[in-house]
């Protein structure tokens, strides 16, 4: 049996994942797919919960501390992610290690730069594609409900797009795919559909661990 290939969604806040996300899951469910959708971080489990008050502004946490508690919410899931792509089932993923550098990079924090932030996210699962939704810091501030959240901010987003750049030109460049996010939902849907279609899993399952 083919296992089943892994995709991630990133981009700033308000790109269009999570809606993205759902749409194809509901296109794989129609074709008898087998598949699954995660997203982090996973605000039910105990570090989730940590995270959903650092991030709703309730409490407060250094920045290296939310940083391994977001990589710990990433692995406790990491032996159902794999049990499930050998099984055969596509695992979707709204955000993943990508954002976990690259937002807590952005911060001004001279002991916290992208190596290393990478370093607890090295041996999770590395995805075949990492869809990225691509929208102006600008656009992305006139979606709704921008500003809830801690890092909704423009100075912030600017950061994250501009961080997000440089992991492109980097080792993890190789496995980004940049869509225009401003375009309409069906075309960035179409394209996404596109860029799923030409994956090739042939990464072995043993050499699926990031290094
Ligand atoms: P979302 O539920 O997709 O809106 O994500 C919540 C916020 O958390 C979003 O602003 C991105 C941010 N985020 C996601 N993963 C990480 C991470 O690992 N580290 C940090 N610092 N922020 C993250
Ligand atoms: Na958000
Ligand atoms: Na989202």
Redesign the pocket.
Known sequence: MARGKLVVFEGL?RAG??TQCMRLVETFKRRAEPVRLI???D?STATGKA?DAY?KGESEQEDHV??LL??I??WEKVASIEADIQAGITVII??Y?Y???V??A??DNPTLDLSW?RHPEVGLPRPDICIFLDISAEDAARRGSFGE????TRKMQERVRQLFGVLQSSPEGEDFVKIDAGASLESVEERILEVIAAIDAHVDIEDLPLR
């Open positions: 806040d994942k999570t997203r982090f971080p605000r995270i991030l939310i940083h977001f990589s919410n990433r709204d955000r290690y954002s976990g550098c937002y807590s952005a911060k932030a959240e801690k890092y909704e």
